[in-house]
C-alpha cells in the first residue's frame, strides 16, 4: 500500500514523500490515519529544525484496516488512538511495575502520523468507541495536561495559576478545575493577534475564573491582590523562563508542575536554590511518556467532561497543512487547535 507522508525542517522546508506501507509485522497493523493534531513540536520542526527532515505528527486517531499475521487484540474496523510512546514491558522498570520509568519505549519509528496510512505495533493502539475522530486526537495532549495536573496534587479548593493559554493550558485548566481546584487563573501574552485573542476568548470556558494577558499586566500584581501569599500551585505549559512568574506567586510550601520545552536554545534558566530551600518550594518536571494516561483522557473527553469541540478550530487536509503552519507561526488566524484530516 502506497502513503503519502509529510515531513519538514527549519524555515518552512516541508517534504511530502511517497512511501510504501506494510506490508504489517507480525504484531503490526495497518491504521488509516482519521485526524492527527497539529502540536507545538510540529511548528518547533517545521520552523526552528536545523538538521535533517522530522516526521510531522503524533497525536493520531485512525482505524486498523489491515491486521499482521499475529494480532489478536485488534480487528479491521476498529477505532484507535495511536500512542506514540509505548513501554516495552520487558525491561527492569516494567517488570517491577513501574512502567512510567520505562527506559526502552516503543515509538513510532521515526514515521509521521500527518499521513493517509500508517503501520503500528498493536500494543500502541489504544481503541475507543463513542467519540468522532477528529475529537479523540485530542487524547495525546489533553493526556500531556491531565498528566501536569495530577503530578501537581491540587488540594481540594485550591489556588491555581496555569501559565500559557494553548490548548495544553486550557485543557489543564479544565482538568485542575475537575481535580478540585477552587480556583484557577490563566496567562496569555496579550490579545494582540487573531490567535492569540482566540485562545484567551476560550480561557473562561475551560474553567479559568481570572485570565491575565502578561504582556501588559503583572501576573504578581493580580495574583498577590487576590491571593496575597500567593496560590497553592503553579502549572507551566509556556516556555521555560515563565519559570521566573511561577517562583514569584508561588506559596510558601507551593508546588510548581512545568511541562514547557525550547528547543530553539533557550532551554536554560537561573534560579536560587536558596530561595527554593527557605521557601519550599517543590518544582516538579512532567514528561507524559509512556502513554500510561491515554484510556483516562480519551474517557474525559468522550464523556465531555472536557470538551473537544471548541478547541479545534481549524481541521486542514495534507495539502493546507503547510498554509495552517504558517498561520499558527504569524498569528493571523484564529487557530486555537488545528486538527489535519489526512484522507479528508
Ligand atoms: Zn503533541
Ligand atoms: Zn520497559
Same mark, same amino acid.
Given at each position: ?7 519538514? &525542517? ?5 517534504? $511530502? ?14 491504521? &488509516? ?26 497525536? @493520531?486517531?485512525?482505524?486498523? %484496516?489491515? !491486521? ?5 487484540? !485488534? ?10 510512546? +509505548? ?8 517488570? #517491577? ?13 521515526? &514515521? ?15 481503541? $475507543? ?7 479523540? =486526537? ?6 500531556? =495536561? ?14 491555581? %495559576? ?29 490579545? =494582540? ?25 503583572? %501576573?504578581?500584581?493580580? @495574583? ?25 506567586? @508561588?506559596? $510558601? ?32 518536571? +512532567? ?6 494516561? $491515554? ?13 473537544? #469541540? ?6 486542514? =487536509? ?6 495552517? @503552519? ?10 486555537? &487547535? ?7
Amino acid at each position: 500500500m502506497q502513503t503519502r507522508a509529510v515531513y519538514a &525542517k527549519g524555515k518552512m522546508d516541508f517534504d $511530502f514523500r511517497d512511501e510504501q506501507v506494510g506490508p504489517p509485522g507480525n504484531q503490526d497493523v495497518i491504521i &488509516k490515519v482519521h485526524a492527527c493534531g497539529i502540536c507545538g513540536t510540529d511548528i518547533n520542526f517545521a520552523r526552528d529544525w536545523p538538521d535533517d527532515y522530522m516526521p510531522l505528527g503524533h497525536e @493520531i486517531a485512525a482505524e486498523v %484496516v489491515e !491486521l499482521g499475521p499475529d494480532v489478536s487484540a !485488534l480487528k479491521a474496523g476498529d477505532k484507535v488512538i495511536v500512542e506514540d510512546c +509505548t513501554m516495552c514491558g520487558v525491561c527492569g522498570n516494567c517488570k #517491577r511495575g513501574h512502567v512510567e520509568f520505562c527506559r526502552n519505549m516503543y515509538n513510532l519509528n521515526d &514515521k509521521p502520523g500527518m499521513a493517509e496510512y500508517m503501520c503500528v505495533r498493536q500494543n500502541s493502539c489504544v481503541p $475507543f468507541d463513542g467519540l468522532d475522530y477528529k475529537s479523540a =486526537s485530542l487524547t495525546e495532549p489533553l493526556a500531556v =495536561s491531565l498528566t501536569a495536573v495530577l503530578n501537581a496534587e491540587i488540594p481540594l479548593g485550591g489556588s491555581v %495559576v496555569v501559565l500559557g493559554p494553548g490548548p495544553l493550558g486550557l485543557m489543564a485548566a479544565k482538568v485542575a478545575k475537575l481535580r478540585g481546584a477552587g480556583f484557577v487563573a490563566l496567562t496569555g501574552l496579550n490579545r =494582540s493577534t487573531p490567535r492569540e485573542k482566540a485562545r484567551l476568548d476560550l480561557a473562561a470556558h475551560y474553567g479559568a475564573d481570572m485570565v491575565i494577558e502578561a504582556e501588559s499586566q503583572s %501576573v504578581e500584581d493580580l @495574583i498577590k491582590s487576590k491571593f496575597p501569599n500567593g496560590v497553592d500551585r503553579v502549572i507551566v505549559t509556556s516556555p521555560p523562563r515563565s519559570m521566573y512568574d511561577a517562583l514569584k506567586i @508561588i506559596r $510558601f510550601g507551593g508546588i510548581i508542575t512545568f511541562l514547557g520545552l525550547h528547543f530553539g536554545g533557550q532551554d536554560a534558566i537561573e534560579l536560587s536554590i536558596n530561595d527554593l530551600i527557605f521557601n519550599k518550594i517543590t518544582l516538579r518536571p +512532567t514528561f507524559a511518556e509512556p502513554a500510561i494516561n $491515554f484510556p483516562l483522557s480519551n474517557q474525559l473527553l468522550r464523556d465531555g467532561l472536557v470538551d473537544p #469541540r471548541k478547541l479545534i478550530t481549524h481541521t486542514p =487536509s495534507l495539502d493546507q497543512l503547510k498554509g495552517t @503552519i504558517g498561520s499558527i507561526i504569524s498569528g493571523d488566524k484564529p487557530i486555537v &487547535k488545528a486538527v489535519c484530516l489526512p484522507n479528508g
